[in-house]
């Protein structure tokens, strides 16, 4: 007896083991036994989640959606989920199915953290510039302590006559 499609593993059988009990087919039934293995570790159920992790796996069983994002960070990403416009738009149905979706982000905000953000905002705009990497730093050109009392030293004259 030959099966017409070839069987990889057991989840390929289906409910072919059943459909020759029902049927009286004994020697399907001898085919598909003697291709299962005897060993479990075998089975199609468990091998499809060794490369998984233990959230990936509870993720699957539970059927869960994506996780949230908690932060979106305006710096660097520039699609944003909002679905404020399908609120307004469609209501609040349509705003918790498109939630369910395309869930948007829990905060959104730029790439510091809280108290970096807290601190710049009260900075000069040339150093929030400068902290986002958008403005180059002045360079600090390191001298000699003796070429600094020159320099001084030279500068004296001039702030007297001034």
Same mark, same amino acid.
């Given at each position: 007896?030959?099966?017409?499609?070839?069987?990889?593993?057991?989840? +390929? $059988?289906?409910?072919?083991?059943?459909?020759? $009990?029902?049927?009286?087919?004994?020697?399907?039934?001898?085919?598909?036994?003697?291709?299962?293995?005897?060993?479990?570790?075998?089975?199609?159920?468990?091998?499809?989640?060794?490369?998984?992790?233990?959230?990936?796996?509870? +993720?699957?069983?539970?059927?869960?959606?994506?996780?949230?994002?908690?932060?979106?960070?305006?710096?660097?990403?520039?699609?944003?989920?909002?679905?404020?416009?399908?609120?307004? +738009? !469609?209501?609040?149905?349509?705003? +918790?199915?498109?939630?369910?979706?395309?869930?948007?982000?829990?905060? $959104?905000?730029?790439?510091?953290?809280?108290?970096?953000?807290?601190?710049?905002?009260?900075?000069?705009?040339?150093?929030?510039?400068?902290?986002?990497?958008?403005?180059?730093?002045? !360079?600090?050109?390191?001298?000699?302590?003796?070429?600094? /009392?020159?320099?001084?030293?030279?500068? $004296?004259?001039? /702030?007297?006559?001034?």
């Amino acid at each position: 007896m030959q099966i017409d499609v070839p069987l990889i593993n057991e989840a +390929q $059988i289906g409910s072919r083991l059943n459909a020759a $009990i029902e049927h009286n087919r004994r020697g399907e039934f001898a085919l598909l036994l003697s291709l299962l293995s005897a060993d479990a570790r075998d089975m199609a159920q468990f091998q499809w989640q060794k490369e998984l992790d233990t959230a990936e796996k509870l +993720q699957r069983q539970f059927e869960l959606p994506p996780k949230q994002t908690l932060v979106a960070d305006l710096s660097s990403d520039n699609h944003i989920i909002d679905n404020s416009a399908v609120f307004m +738009q !469609q209501g609040a149905r349509a705003f +918790q199915l498109q939630q369910a979706l395309r869930p948007e982000a829990l905060v $959104i905000r730029g790439g510091e953290p809280i108290a970096m953000a807290e601190a710049l905002s009260n900075c000069e705009f040339t150093t929030r510039l400068r902290q986002r990497g958008q403005l180059p730093s002045p !360079q600090v050109e390191i001298m000699h302590f003796a070429d600094q /009392l020159a320099i001084q030293r030279n500068l $004296i004259p001039r /702030l007297a006559s001034a």
